[in-house]
């Protein structure tokens, strides 16, 4: 979930020189925040890398890169959105838009045939929230703050829905353990129907979070008002959702001939490299918000997020993949299905109190960096 940039200060005294470009000027605020932005020269870079055909390394990591300013340009433009909606569909927004690059991607991938690939890096990126964003945040923010407090209401009905997301990753992968030999068509009703329900609590916890107790998920309010109009948002969602779909689709074409080159398998491709291109914007926004003692804000960024993959995102491109002739199935491998259990069970074991220190956010990357570290010997999903 992408929140608010950084305030910018002295914005009643600055002084506008004469010679800006008036085009510049028509820009509203928010687009023209220089953090990752700068980045957006990796889009024209990638696409002319790719032409020759002959550099599949670099136009893979150059993908990558663009993918980073793409996703905070998305994250800009729902956040304008809903300051225009109101604070109970901006809410909805956010949460709806979270994850819409890691969408856009695995959807790429599923086109092209790379569920395995699909099914890791939704793991990694369940992974990636809960122990590296968030350890990396209650690290940061602890190191300023001596100790810090949130809703343990709210991290706690987050805690259950993934424990709940859990239960729908095991029981697939027990019922392929036990049942001998099942079929495709099995396999297929299996993930259809966990899909389904998964999709259907995650339907209800936006209800809860949203309308029937939004006041135990309210954070601070920014206060700030939409510096653009909603139609420019729009256009701007609309076209950086585009160009990331192009960037997923060279980052897709280029991933074995890359990983091939770099040694990696795809197991720790998907695991590791494909979330963090996805994730890196959240990781910031996490980071910034505990800065500022906002730890309310940080849980719904990182939990939130990875309450989404899991309950949204993932049985989502189960109907997708079907939809496209590549069936994607609900039966992860036991190295994922253990990983995402004993990261749930950290983090629930973390946040039950409602407070926080520098040493929970260490404990949370040591668990991501053994998992990190563990998946770079498997050889195949």
Known sequence: MLLPGPLRVGQAIAVRPRNVPTVHRRIPAPFRQLSLRWLLILVPLSIAAAAPGRWPLATFLLAGGAL??????????????????????????NATFANVTEFILAIVLVVHGETAV?????????LGNLLLVLGLALLAGG?????????????????????????GLLMPALFFLTAGRP?????????????????????????FTHRTHEHLFQTPASGERPECSRAWAIGVLAAA???????????????????GVLGFSKFFTGLVLVPLFGNAVEHSAAVRFALRDQLDVTLEIAIGSSTQVALFVAPALVFISLAADHPMDFIFTTFEVAAVGLAVLIVTFISHDGRSNWLEGAQLLAAYAIMAASAFFVTSS
Request: no cysteine; charged share 10%.
């Open 68 to 93: 980073l300013p793409l996703s905070e340009l998305i994250g800009s433009a729902t956040q304008q959105i809903g300051l225009h909606a109101g604070p109970r569909v901006g809410g909805l927004l």
């Open 118 to 126: 699909v099914k890791t890096a939704l793991t990694g990126s369940i």
């Open 143 to 167: 190191m300023r703050h001596r100790m810090q407090r949130y809703s343990a209401a709210a991290a706690g009905v987050h805690a259950t829905s993934l424990t709940l997301a859990v239960i």
């Open 183 to 207: 079929t495709a068509y099995q396999g297929e009703a299996v993930s259809v129907a966990v899909a389904a329900v998964l999709i259907v609590l995650y339907g209800a916890a936006l209800v």
């Open 241 to 259: 959702s585009v160009v990331v779909a192009v960037e997923s689709q060279l980052l897709v074409t280029t991933l074995e001939p890359a990983i």
